[in-house]
């Protein structure tokens, strides 16, 4: 006698669903197919950001709130007229008939512009749930709105809630001390005594989780989010030029200041390996800081911001396929974690699509043993991000490695994202 197995309709609630460039976006669509695959008839309700999706029903809701409404029909103004001049007026207009509104709404809330996201997906999910289309609901972020409507739904409807928490939303001694903060460690605490199933993405999320919250108990788990292979393969050759590359995002909490002093140091000290090194930075500008040793150091000859890689009508590839498709090209990617108490508790998206890139990486991280783990595991290498001499000492040892010949591809497999769909139908099915 075989066991039925709960129904599959499910609802998912995402903000930033087909967003390009948007890592809470990616995690969440790459799971699509899987999760289609297993047996799933997704409805999807997500924000105007992104593009619609058509394998499945997609609803693109607006926010009922005023901030939220801006920051949504910015983005949606964008993608069709790009930030031109109408695109310019239209904004304008915009902001200066919310804006008394927006004023209004803080001062009586005090919440980020998204929350109000919640209210017509809450709306939405709760007909679907009346009329029997669902029967799960799947909340998944980034962000927190999605999570509140999924407790709304849970709340007026009884429906089975699972929630996919992609940063934490509270960190050890970490100070409450605004509206919001205050807000989201009251919706962590919810989705820990109220959601069927929660996961986090790394250990220490997950621990820190069941720490404030022990009656999370078995309900919490973590999965590894994993990426998907890439949608370009290119093989990798040997160049007259050692090529670092960063691939993600710098802000000043994942600064690239540490990389150019190490790097400014090492120079000093073997000037001869200028004529050697190069490091490439894709993604975003540098941060401010790092923007300024960039030029105090004199290292424009050594380091080069490429920004942001866009569609290329000459070959016909995405933003998205060119960087994968420099992933596989360079000789070392270097991935940064920053130095920030949020550390323990998170590890770059970006760490799983170097994985399948199959370079070494070179990961300056900050405490964080299962980051460093994975990294050594995946044949790279690691240096601590407040420890400079560690840093040049890697920088030297990858510039040395490389002179002796080819770096080859590492055969370790990378981390899938059936992995984690795998591992959520599981908890799913059997938790």
């Not at 609803?59 to 069709?80: S, T």
């Not at 990294?375 to 002796?404: F, K, Y």
Request: charged share 20%; hydrophobic share 45%; with cysteine.
């Amino acid at each position: 006698m075989t066991t039925a197995l709960p129904p599959r309709r499910w609802l998912i609630l995402s903000h930033a669903f087909n967003v390009d460039g948007r890592a809470e976006s990616v995690t969440i669509t790459d799971k699509m197919p899987h999760l289609m695959a297993a047996g799933v008839k997704p409805v999807v309700l997500s924000s105007v950001m992104g593009t619609r999706d058509t394998r499945f029903p997609h609803e693109q809701l607006l926010p009922w709130g005023p901030a939220g409404l801006r920051f949504d029909l910015r983005h949606l103004l964008a993608r069709r007229w790009d930030r031109g001049l109408v695109y310019r007026v239209a904004t304008l207009l915009i902001s200066s008939v919310l804006a008394p509104f927006i004023a209004i709404e803080r001062l009586v809330g005090g919440l980020r512009s998204q929350w109000s996201w919640a209210l017509p997906a809450a709306a939405r999910g709760a007909a679907l749930i009346k009329r029997g289309e669902v029967d799960l609901v799947y909340s998944t972020g980034g962000v927190f709105s999605a999570h509140l409507a999924g407790l709304w739904l849970k709340r007026r409807t009884g429906c089975r809630w699972i929630a996919e928490v992609h940063d934490p939303l509270v960190f050890p001694g970490a100070a409450l001390t605004s509206r919001h903060e205050r807000f989201l460690a009251r919706l962590e605490s919810h989705i820990c005594r109220e959601a069927d199933l929660a996961w986090w993405f790394t250990d220490g999320a997950l621990d820190a989780a069941r720490e404030r919250h022990p009656e999370l108990g078995t309900r919490g788990i973590m999965v590894l989010p994993g990426a998907e292979p890439p949608v370009v393969h290119t093989d990798y050759r040997r160049g007259d030029l050692c090529v670092l590359g960063h691939f993600g995002s710098l802000s000043p909490t994942r600064s690239f200041a540490p990389t150019l002093r190490a790097l400014a140091a090492l120079l000093a000290r073997r000037p001869e390996l200028r004529e050697l090194l190069r490091v490439e930075v894709y993604g975003s500008a540098l941060d401010p800081v790092a923007a300024q040793l960039l030029d105090s150091l004199a290292l424009g000859d050594v380091v080069t911001p490429f920004g942001r890689l866009e569609f290329d009508a000459g070959t016909g590839l995405s933003g998205r396929a060119r960087v994968m498709q420099r992933m596989q090209q360079v000789d070392v990617l270097l991935m940064l974690h920053g130095d920030t108490a949020e550390c323990p508790q998170y590890i770059p998206s970006k760490l799983y699509e170097y994985f399948w890139a199959r370079r070494p990486v070179l990961a300056l991280t900050h405490h964080n043993p299962q980051l460093d783990a994975l990294v050594l595991a995946h044949g790279g290498r690691i240096a601590p991000s407040t420890n400079a001499p560690a840093i040049e000492a890697a920088l030297d040892a990858v510039v040395e490695r490389w002179r002796n010949g080819p770096l080859p591809d590492v055969p370790v497999p990378p981390v899938t994202v059936g992995e984690a769909v795998q591992r959520i139908m599981n908890a799913v099915d059997h938790g």
